[in-house]
């Protein structure tokens, strides 16, 4: 459950963005304008882009080339945010994104990141026992699957590209997406049909 902000926290907000404006840094439009992107933020564009690039061979391309990229064709601006990789998972390699520092997360396609994954224990664990952290989440992996961990950081953002799910064969792209939740874009879970 969020809790709501203080309100201290929103007065020191509001002249932040005052200064900022009054600096000429920028605009109030262009302040409104970045709150607003962020609120428009979800894990569903995350599951579009995903849905999309397993229906489609050249933008499932553009996905491991140019995450950034990918998601700017899908109406989501990139523009200010670190570049977005997109780790692709095959038989025999599955992929668990963490932030080893703090909670570095590609919100612009996946939304705010969940309480766990900025915790201390979730963010060491998952370097030290990745296989444990996934067996909590109830995810169990192939006998002899590779475990990738991959630290998201200031610089560079990342998200999984699971391996389409047996049995989704002839599903169109808005039924693919409901498989796709955001604990799978960061490899907590898998997809299942």
């Known amino acids: 459950m969020a809790h ?6 929103v007065a020191l907000l509001e002249r932040f963005t ?19 992107r962020t609120d428009r933020a979800d ?7 995903v849905a999309r690039a397993w229906t489609d061979a050249d933008y499932h391309a553009l996905m491991l080339r ?26 025999g390699l599955h992929h668990l994104v963490v932030c080893t520092l703090c909670s570095c997360y590609p919100r612009a396609v996946l939304g705010y990141p969940p309480h766990w994954y900025k915790s201390a224990a ?12 996934l067996a909590e989440w ?4 192939p006998e002899g699957t590779q475990i990738r961990v991959v630290d998201s950081t200031a610089d ?10 047996a ?6 792209a808005a039924r693919l997406a409901g498989l796709v939740t955001r604990d799978v874009l960061v490899g907590t879970r898998l997809p299942t049909a």
Request: charge should be negative; aromatic fraction near 4%.
């Open 156 to 165: 560079y953002r990342w998200m999984v590209l699971p391996t389409r799910p």
């Open 43 to 49: 894990p569903r564009i995350g599951a579009a882009m």
């Open 66 to 91: 140019d995450g950034s990229q990918a998601a700017e064709e899908m109406g989501v601006s990139m523009a200010g945010a670190p570049p977005l990789g997109v780790l692709a998972d095959a038989p």
């Open 138 to 141: 109830g995810t169990t992996l």
């Open 122 to 133: 979730y963010r060491a664990r998952a370097v030290r026992d990745p296989r444990g952290v």
């Open 167 to 172: 049995g989704t064969e002839g599903w169109d």
């Open 4 to 9: 709501a902000p203080s309100p201290e926290s």
């Open 18 to 36: 005052a200064a900022l404006a009054a600096s000429g840094l920028v605009t109030e439009d262009q302040i409104a304008e970045q709150i607003a």
